[in-house]
Each structure stands twice: as C-alpha cells, then as structure tokens.
C-alpha cells in the first residue's frame, strides 16, 4: 500500500474556473501600488494551479488576469496569494498580465510541452470507475481489523457520486475538458485499501489472545500510517483551496474541481484511518509479568543445587496514550494523528459551508475518529519462549544463578553455601520486540538448603565400571530435578492405586533412608521433570544390560555388585565381593499391593525402559541382587512397584 499512496502529488491542483463561468459581481480592486507580483513556479501544464503571491495584503476576493488573450478569474486564497486553473493552451512562453492591478504589470509563465488528452470522456470515466472502486471499498468491514465506515460517511460517498453527476451534466465540453487534465493527475486508487492480513483477528480483538509478541509488526503498521497520513494531509490544501473558490463562485466546473479534490481527501482519510484503527488496536507491547504455575506460596522456593523450568507470561496490550514515546515510528503515528484531526475540523467547518450551495450532497460530515493511543484497551497474558527469558541474577550475593536451555525449557539452579534459608529477589528480563527495550521484573524467591528428605551428600560418590560412571549410593531424593515435590505416600491402598509418580522409605521408616535410600515407582522414574540429579539420568535396560556384560553376565556380574559381610544383607550373601565398587545394598521393595518385602534379602532397581511401550504399558524392567546368589537378575513388572534407583553419568 505505502507505494501505491505515494503516487499521490505532494500538493494536488487546486481548481478555479475561467472568468466565463463567473457569474458573481467583481469587487473592488484595493492594493497597495508598492505591491510585488511573482509567481510561486513559472512552468505549468493545462489543469495545473497557477498561484500570485503579493508581498502586501489582498483585499480583493478576485481579481482578473489576461493569458493567451483570453481574460480568466483568480481567486483570494489566502491574504496574499490568487490563484487560477491553467487552461488548455499550446505548450510555449506566455505574457501573463494583470490589468486591474496594474496595466503595465507583466508575469512570465512557461506551459511545459505535454502530451494533449486525445479523448477527455475517456479520462473522465476512467477516473469515476476508479472513484467507484474507491467507495466500494469503503463500503467493505475489514475482515481482520475492527474497522466499519460510519455510515455518515457512506451517504457522504453516495451523495458525492450523485453530485458530481448532477454538476457534470451541466459542464460545457471546454469544462469537461479542463476537467479532464485535472483528474488526469489524480491518482486516487483501490490497491490503497490492501490492509494487514499477515496476522490473525485475535491479534486486534479486545477478547482473543495472541501466540507471539508482534511488536516489530505494530512498529511496521505505525510506518504504513505514516505513510497513508501523509498523502491524506497533503491533500488537504487542495480541498480548502479548491472549497474556498467554490463559495466565491458556485457553479458546475468549481463544483466540479471541489468534488475531485474532495474525493481525493474523503479516500486517503479513510484509508490514514483504518491503518490507525490497526495501530490503536493490535496487542504488541509486552509487558512481562511472569506466571509460574507450580508455586504455591508467596515466594518463589529454589533448593541448593535443584534444577527449576521458568516459565515467564507476558502481557500483550495495545497502545496507550501515554506510548507516546515508546519508539520513533510509533511517537511520529502519534504526532501525524494529532495533526490530522487538527486539519479534518478545518476540512469540516468547509464542507458545512459547502453544502448550502450543493444540490445533492447535503449529508452529515463524520469527523476522524482517533484510536492510536485512544482505542479501548486490549490486553492478553500469553507464555513466551523459554529462549526469550533472560535471567539477570540474585539480588543477594550468597546466591548464585546459573541457567541454561534444556529443549524449550528455560532452567535455572540456585548454589550456596548457606546451611539456611535465603530469601533474595530474582531478577528475570523479557527483551520485547517494539523497541527492543528489556521488561525487567523481581521474583520473590527463598534459597533453601537441601531439605531434611534429601541426602546431604552432594555429590554422590561415583565409579566407573567399563565406560560408564554410576552412583554408589541409592537416590534419596524428594524433589524432582526442576524442585517440584514429589509426593512420599505412606498409605498402602493410597500407594496401590498410584499412576504418578510418588517415594516412600522402606516399612516408613526415615531411618532407613540415610542407608539404603528412598523407594520410588516406575511412574517417578518416567516423570519428564526428572528424577536423576543435573549430570545422571536413569539407566536404560541396555545401560544394565552393559554393565551386567562386563561384569561377566548374569551368573557373576551380582557377587561383583553386591556390598560384602552381614551387616545389611542377610547371610549367606553368595559369593559377595563388590570387586567391582558398585556397592549394592539390600533396600527391599514396596510390592504393587502397598506391602514391604525383602530388606536385607534384595536389592532391586528400576530401569527407564518400559517392556514394550507399544502393545504393553503396565510393566517395565529393573534388575535385582539377591542374598542367597551371586547372579544378577533382570526382569520387568508392574510400574506401581517400589524400588531403589541408582543413576549413571550423562
């Protein structure tokens, strides 16, 4: 659209008529004999505005001057300016002269060489289609920003076709003529009515939400603004130059040169308006406000050396009218619309004046309703990316932040060495596409060291067996690696009835967990918040599956694994020499009926591998140590069971 508006010229022509078409009575000629002359441009093309200016005040409303022998009207624009419509003469230099001011005064004036207008009707109807084009746009709802014509301005458009037809008719051919070198020059088209549709409804709605901050685009519909404010204001002059001429002198061919230049303006404000109404309305300044669905208190708890997913929202909300200042093309949307306005009331007090000589257009004048900065609010809370979170730090120095991404999650970890709470601010930022200006806000957040469900050891103590790194102890952990509780049930049918993820200590009992850790279901192990400290994961059933190989398999790989002596396994805890550091204890398990078995007599561990994820999803495998062999058994069962855990390095 922004190429096509500006074909418009800079200053479109403004109209007068030749003095045979005046009927109204001359008034007396008072100028000052020490009056300057000159014309504002010396060349011209027939239908160009030939404007005087005098360095001294006009009284006069008229006057007459003499180009090419033919006597024409120049009308009082403004307190020292005439000013005439070119006629349709040869291309060459020309004597201009001003009898009634001064007889021996004498303008040069130069008709550019111009192509001559071989069929004027077929200029003029090309210009009415085009016109019609025009207000059948008008005529249009857009289909994606809240706009409607008012339907003042419908019958306006209405009635300017009834008009121009009416006023027309009664034009002579040497008018119509003339007429057709003025409209030649406009440019008036329906391409400027191609709107934004590279974004949804939603987007401008005051209800529906939004997916994506799109602030760069509302800094792209403020620059088609601009644009279209532009053309409509430069047109302006032309409106009241050609209006003022036609209140001096009512009659078919300055009826005529007010309507186009009338059109002109009526079309180019509609379309400065509609883009407005799409600047006022589209949602595309952020403003970050931050939402974290998993807190449950005031402030935001961050355990030592815990991993948490940060999700930021962020509220998208139109302009306001104190944006203003937000961004240079957004301040220059606003700066044009005010001046628009200014300039439509100036338009308005004419066309009121205007319609007393009209036959046909006597409707009601719609003024131009602002709306950057002043359309009803609409405001949208939506998640960003992960990506566009920044996190900027710990307001307290004994704490610091690390992050980083893991897939589209942003993750941030908390490390002190403080053995109690701190409570800090966490300074997050969202860089916002309208200015690229960052929205910093302070999260309310309290440090805790590891809790008393947690094992105090960190880091795990680890070995490597073959190529791999594994944890010498049992996980004893009760949060996840993002810190979100995991839930210990103690209750058996509670524990029976499971399908998330939950721990519990063997027989209930917290002494337990130092030693042989905590037991957890299938569905803790397969929770995508992560179970396994940052580094470890769970192992896969073929992680196990290489460990146990290169123990020597099956038959010898548990004596190799098992923790020797009959402190915690009970006797004969076959063939037991843990040659191979893996350091495996007998925890015991909590059966799928809620009931504890096997402490002292097995040790089992699950691994992340379901048995078959397609056809069976009840059962997934784990391996087991037993106190009377020195094999290591693999098998699958049920997901509700409780075993221990053991983690192998990333």
Request: aromatic share 10%; charged share 20%.
């Amino acid at each position: 659209m922004k190429k096509q508006l500006r074909k418009l010229p800079l200053v479109a022509s403004l109209f007068l008529l030749f003095s045979m078409s005046c009927s109204k009575q001359e008034d007396p000629v008072i100028i000052e004999e020490s009056a300057i002359f000159t014309l504002v441009i010396s060349e011209f093309t027939p239908g160009d505005s030939v404007e005087i200016k005098s360095n001294k005040a006009l009284l006069s409303s008229d006057i007459d001057v003499v180009l090419n022998n033919t006597s024409i009207k120049a009308y009082k624009i403004s307190d020292f300016s005439y000013i005439f419509t070119l006629p349709v003469i040869p291309s060459g230099k020309y004597d201009l002269k001003l009898p009634t001011i001064n007889k021996d005064l004498i303008l040069n004036l130069t008709v550019k060489t111009y192509t001559p207008i071989a069929n004027p009707t077929e200029v003029i109807a090309g210009y009415v289609l085009t016109r019609n084009k025009c207000f059948d746009e008008m005529s249009k709802n857009t289909s994606v920003v809240p706009f409607k014509t008012s339907p003042e301005t419908l019958q306006m458009i209405d009635q300017i076709k009834q008009e121009w037809d009416f006023q027309f008719n009664k034009s002579s051919a040497k008018e119509k003529e003339l007429l057709a070198y003025v409209l030649q020059k406009q440019e008036i088209s329906a391409d400027w009515f191609n709107f934004p549709n590279d974004l949804p409804a939603s987007y401008f709605a005051k209800t529906n939400g939004v997916q994506n901050d799109v602030g760069d685009k509302l800094v792209t519909y403020a620059k088609t603004y601009i644009t279209a404010q532009v053309v409509c204001v430069k047109a302006i002059p032309a409106t009241l130059g050609t209006g003022a001429v036609f209140l001096i002198a009512p009659n078919p061919i300055t009826a005529g040169l007010f309507l186009i230049s009338f059109t002109t303006f009526i079309v180019s404000r509609e379309v400065a308006e509609r883009n407005a109404v799409a600047v006022g309305s589209l949602k595309g300044v952020a403003e970050a406000v931050t939402d974290f669905s998993f807190q449950k208190t005031a402030a935001l708890e961050l355990v030592n050396n815990f991993e948490k997913n940060i999700t930021m929202s962020v509220n998208f909300r139109n302009l306001k009218s104190t944006d203003a200042a937000i961004q240079s093309d957004i301040s220059t949307a606003f700066t044009g619309e005010n001046e628009l306005v200014a300039k439509d009331n100036e338009v308005k007090a004419l066309y009121q004046k205007a319609t007393s000589f009209t036959e046909k257009l006597k409707g009601l004048f719609s003024s131009y309703t602002p709306a950057i900065g002043k359309t009803l609010a609409r405001s949208l809370t939506a998640v960003v990316l992960g990506s566009d979170i920044i996190i900027k730090g710990s307001s307290d120095a004994n704490v610091t932040i690390t992050s980083k991404m893991v897939g589209t999650n942003q993750v941030i970890k908390a490390s002190s060495t403080s053995t109690t709470d701190i409570n800090f601010n966490l300074k997050v930022a969202y860089k916002r596409k309208i200015d690229g200006q960052e929205v910093v806000k302070d999260i309310a957040c309290v440090f805790k060291p590891a809790g008393p469900c947690d094992d105090s050891t960190i880091p795990y103590p680890v070995v490597t067996i073959g190529g791999q790194v594994w944890m010498q102890k049992n996980l004893n952990v009760c949060k996840y690696r993002n810190g979100d509780d995991i839930p210990q049930v103690q209750d058996r049918t509670q524990w029976a009835n499971l399908k998330t993820g939950a721990w519990c200590y063997y027989e209930n009992n917290t002494s337990n967990g130092p030693v042989y850790g905590k037991l957890y279901n299938w569905y803790a192990v397969n929770d995508p918040r992560g179970l396994a400290p940052t580094g470890y994961h769970i192992p896969t059933d073929a992680e196990w599956t290489t460990l146990i190989k290169f123990l020597g398999g099956e038959i010898l790989a548990g004596g190799k694994m098992k923790v020797t002596g009959t402190s915690l396994w009970i006797s004969p805890n076959t063939d037991a020499t843990n040659s191979s550091s893996f350091t495996g204890i007998p925890g015991g398990i909590r059966k799928f009926d809620g009931g504890f078995e096997g402490m002292g007599e097995r040790g089992s561990w699950w691994s992340a591998t379901e048995q078959d994820s397609a056809t069976n999803t009840s059962n997934a495998f784990y391996n087991s140590l037993y106190n009377f062999t020195g094999a290591a058994n693999r098998s699958y069962f049920f997901k509700p069971l409780g075993f221990s855990i053991r983690c192998v390095r990333d």
